[in-house]
């Protein structure tokens, strides 16, 4: 049977990969595979390990077709290596931090996917976003300005989504995914 794919999204800062960083032994043993991003993010930037490559490398990589799945936003590109087209074959899970904007393209190309949605209060978010200093003010702002495009677009009611809060403890937010992620039933 096929794994599922199971797309992470929420606002820069909301801890996605913060989450993907502390889930990563539990969803290891339950044969979920988290995959690394292709960024065009200097390698010197906090936070991800993702693999970062220069614009030329990104569009050389597309023109190649190495990406399942790929999108622009906040000035950077992202891709989804298509290895996890394979994963998914052999019946592994996958876990994919994706973009809001590009959910229904991924939906489109991955019907059965998966998505859950991580929130944060706005005043926290902010905060976090400040005390990470990924990014300057202005772009910090411009960040936080991008989550009013979704705010309408994301039914937090829809029960297709699974939403975490992430306002409180990381820890809580792990447990509640992994809680999540074994209730959900397999899809087909
Ligand atoms: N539950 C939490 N409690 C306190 N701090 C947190 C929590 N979750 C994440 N953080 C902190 O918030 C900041 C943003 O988290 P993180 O970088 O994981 O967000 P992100 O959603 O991956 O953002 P982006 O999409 O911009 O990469 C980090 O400094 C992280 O340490
Ligand atoms: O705003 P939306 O479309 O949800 O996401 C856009 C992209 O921005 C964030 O990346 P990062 O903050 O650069 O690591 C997300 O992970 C996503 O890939």
Redesign the pocket.
């Known amino acids: 049977m096929a794994g599922r794919l199971i797309y992470l999204?929420g606002?820069?800062g909301s801890g996605?990969d913060s989450l993907l960083d502390a889930a990563r032994e539990a969803l290891a043993a339950r044969d979920c595979r988290i995959v690394r991003r292709v960024?065009t993010?200097s390698a010197e930037a906090k936070?991800?390990a993702a693999q970062a490559v220069s614009v030329e490398g990104f569009e050389a990589l597309q023109a190649q077709g190495a990406f399942a799945l790929s999108?622009s936003?906040?000035g950077?590109h992202?891709g989804i290596p298509k290895e996890i087209d394979q994963w998914l074959a052999d019946g592994h899970d996958v876990l994919v931090?994706?973009?809001?904007?590009?959910l229904p393209q991924a939906r489109l190309r991955y019907p059965s996917l998966w998505v859950v949605l991580l929130t944060v209060d706005q005043g926290v978010l902010r905060e976090r976003l400040l005390s990470r200093a990924r990014e300057s003010a202005e772009d910090i702002e411009t960040r936080l300005a991008?989550n009013a495009q979704?705010a309408d677009d994301l039914q937090v009611s829809d029960p297709s989504l699974i939403v975490l809060d992430n306002s409180g403890a990381l820890e809580q937010t792990v447990a509640r995914l992994l809680q999540r992620l074994e209730r959900a039933p397999a899809c087909a």
């Open positions: 999204i606002p820069s996605k960024i993010r936070g991800e999108w936003a906040n950077l992202y931090n994706g973009s809001r904007g590009h991008r979704f």
